[in-house]
């Protein structure tokens, strides 16, 4: 069966430092895949997308690895600061399917 | 407008009760989409439109009826809901063509009593 689990339910990291957080699926074949952040009570809110034949995409203090050998990506906050703390949410697309599917969620807080 | 909006946010319903959540963008998104969220669990697909059209229905029970008037319109339908299914009822667009993210509203916070 298909499966997308994100290793930790919950993480806290120290202001400053770089969270790492990650992101396995099995049988899948991604055409993308996505990042989300949620804050409570909140629908998600799109980071970034990284395509199948990309390895990596960065935006500002961001940064998505696409490792599809794998069946892993890894989402980078670095300079991490308490207004990031919120539940990240990656999510798989497969190739002519119209269907964007959740993994389970990594509650990141980070501590002043 | 980069936003979908979402009416009402909050709902409490009775079991026999019929009541409609809705959902507008003007992004020019052609797929919407309904999910459902359960307390500390990911969203879950129930329903795709395309171009108007019910795309993908994910074996959701009857008594959601989803609805497509138009390209900036989506509806759900609800009737004789039971308790388990009070969550957070969430709409979203995107581009048809995938490599696009999905732009979600803000949900609907949805209680049966």
């Known amino acids: 069966s298909q499966k997308i689990e994100q290793n930790s339910e919950a993480l806290n990291i120290q202001e400053g430092k770089t969270a790492t957080l990650t992101c396995n699926y099995t049988?899948?074949?991604?055409?993308?895949l996505q990042w989300y952040r949620q804050d409570p009570g909140r629908g998600p809110v799109f980071l970034l997308l990284?395509?199948?034949?990309?390895k990596e995409k960065r935006k500002e203090r961001l940064k998505v690895t696409f490792d599809t050998t794998l069946k892993q990506s890894l989402f980078h906050i670095t300079a991490s600061q308490p207004a990031d703390s919120a539940t990240y949410l990656c999510?798989?697309?497969?190739?002519?399917?119209?269907?964007?599917?959740f993994g389970t969620g990594t509650r990141l807080t980070i501590i002043p | 407008d980069t936003e979908v909006t979402q009416t009402p946010k909050h709902l409490v319903m009775g079991m026999t009760n019929k009541k409609s959540l809705k959902c507008e963008q003007h992004?020019?998104?052609?797929?919407m989409y309904w999910y459902k969220q359960k307390a500390k669990k990911p969203p879950e697909l129930m329903f795709v439109?395309?171009?108007?059209?019910?795309?993908i229905n994910e074996s959701v029970p009857s008594r959601f009826s989803p609805e497509c008037p138009n390209s900036s319109l989506l509806n759900l339908h609800l009737h004789a809901l039971q308790p388990e299914d009070s969550a957070l009822y969430l709409c979203?667009?995107?581009?048809?063509?995938?490599?696009?993210?999905?732009?979600f509203g803000s949900g609907t916070r949805l209680t049966v009593v």
């Open positions: 979203a667009s995107s581009q048809l063509q995938g490599g696009y993210g999905y732009t």
């Open positions: 049988n899948y074949s991604p055409a993308y």
């Open positions: 990284i395509r199948e034949n990309e």
């Open positions: 999510a798989l697309e497969d190739f002519g399917n119209e269907k964007l599917t």
């Open positions: 992004m020019g998104h052609r797929a």
């Open positions: 439109y395309s171009y108007e059209k019910l795309s």
